[in-house]
């Protein structure tokens, strides 16, 4: 990946576009209503939608956070290897994990809603669309602009806020890092935000298919 990819600008605007949606939610929609998980993933269409349209108007373009139209396809086609990479390499460190007693899905386990309509909205926002805003976000945007600092800083530093920004609950929080890491390593190789975004879609549906059922 090119350094300097994101400019100062694109960053500021994305970041007064994030903060705009949240503060505005929470000046203008009761407090019971900030809990609702199609609230959130509203503002995390929105978010996407006007950083992108940003970029397309009078910004660097899709392309400087690996959104390029011609690399779609094959981001999408790298994005379904990384992940079944990924996916036999964590059945594996379960397995070793649990031979030795350790309670692999304690590590991985997502609170889940109990009525039907909510478990499938769930899965739509969390398991799509905020994967989606999040690499955007943090992969596209944020390590976008960090790489000018070199790898070892942008995948250190994004990867840290992208735990950051996630609730942590019972002090557990490898999942995240270790998203964050490979999220960053696979946009670095190939250059195409699909590939993180496959990775972190896939993932997150995963993490709440073997939570539903267990």
């Known amino acids: 990946m090119e350094a300097n990819q994101v400019e100062t600008r694109t960053l500021i605007t994305s970041l007064a576009i994030i903060v705009s949606i949240e503060l505005a939610m929470r000046l203008f929609l009761p407090k019971h209503a900030l809990d609702s998980i199609a609230v959130l993933g509203v503002a995390r269409v929105l978010q996407v939608g006007l950083i992108i349209l940003s970029l397309v108007t009078w910004g660097q373009g899709v392309s400087c956070i690996g959104l390029a139209p011609s690399k779609i396809p094959a981001g999408l086609k790298k994005g379904l290897i990384w992940s079944a990479g990924f996916g036999i390499s964590v059945l594996l460190a379960f397995a070793v994990l649990y031979t030795a007693g350790v309670n692999t899905l304690v590590l991985i386990h997502a609170r889940l809603p109990k009525e039907p309509s909510a478990i499938a909205l769930f899965f739509l926002i969390g ?13 596209g945007i944020l390590y976008g602009f960090l790489r000018r600092w070199g790898v070892l800083v942008a995948l250190t530093l994004s990867s840290l ?32 935000l699909l590939v993180p975004i496959t990775i972190h879609t896939l993932g997150n549906l995963a993490i709440f298919t073997l939570s539903l059922i267990t």
């Open 161 to 192: 806020l992208f735990v950051l920004a996630h609730s942590i609950s019972h002090g557990v929080f490898i999942p995240q890092a270790v998203g964050g890491i490979l999220f960053a390593i696979a946009y670095e190789v190939e250059g195409s």
């Open 127 to 139: 398991g799509i669309v905020g994967p989606v805003a999040e690499e955007v976000f943090f992969r």
